[in-house]
Structures are given as structure tokens and as C-alpha cells.
């Protein structure tokens, strides 16, 4: 069985950095689009950053190129979210998913459960 399960959320002041992870456990994200999505209060759920299945290319959001970095551990099976120079705009609850089309879309097959990021003072 498929599964994600992201950590590493919690409270940083603003301009401070936080790494996000997702473990993927059931396949191996080598062979899968896999993507950071985020849903801030009272905001539509919105895609952050992709790295797409056939390539490995990547992509990233304009509200957070330049701050944020997409990886992948293969040996880990794990997922990361490196995000520096934090805003509180980037508050929200952050999902990892996965899907086996070619790229990232709003409707990916898996997710995960969220990890909570709140940027305050």
C-alpha cells in the first residue's frame, strides 16, 4: 500500500529556514511525479514545487523560486522541502503527494496527511 507521511513542520520566525520531509513507503518515488502542495486558511490548496516522473525536472511556484529547494533520497525513499527566507505568507498546512503521470497536477493520486508550517514573531 501507497504511502506519505511529511514531518518537520512547526513554528520559525520570519527569514528563518525549515526542511520538510515525506517518507514514501509501499513504492519508490524514483519512478513517480512527486510534489509539494500547501493550503493556507481560508485559501484553495495550491501546488508548490514538482519533480517530475521521466526527467526528473523540476519546478517551483514564483511566489517561492529562489527560497525554496525540491529533493529526493533515493537510498531514503524520502522527500524534502529545504524553504529559507520564510514568510509568513508561506503559512499553511504543506502535502506531499505522488502520481505516475508524467508531471504534477492538482489531483495527484496519493497524499499525505500535511505537517503544519506557521511563520510568525
Known amino acids: 500500500q501507497l504511502q506519505l507521511a511529511e514531518s518537520g513542520g512547526g513554528l520559525v520566525q520570519p527569514g528563518r529556514s525549515l526542511r520538510l520531509s515525506c517518507a514514501a513507503s509501499g513504492f519508490s518515488l524514483d519512478y513517480y511525479s512527486i510534489g509539494w502542495f500547501r493550503q493556507a486558511p481560508g485559501k484553495e490548496r495550491e501546488g508548490v514545487s514538482c519533480i517530475s516522473n521521466g526527467g526528473g525536472s523540476t519546478n517551483y511556484a514564483d511566489s517561492v523560486k529562489g527560497r525554496f529547494t525540491i529533493s529526493r533520497d533515493s537510498a531514503k525513499n524520502t522527500l524534502y522541502l529545504q524553504m529559507n527566507s520564510l514568510k509568513p505568507e508561506d503559512t499553511a498546512v504543506y502535502y506531499c503527494?505522488?502520481?505516475?503521470?508524467?508531471?504534477?497536477?492538482?489531483?495527484?493520486?496519493?497524499w499525505g496527511e500535511g505537517t503544519l508550517v506557521t511563520v510568525s514573531s
Open positions: 503527494a505522488a502520481d505516475g503521470r508524467p508531471t504534477c497536477y492538482s489531483d495527484m493520486d496519493d
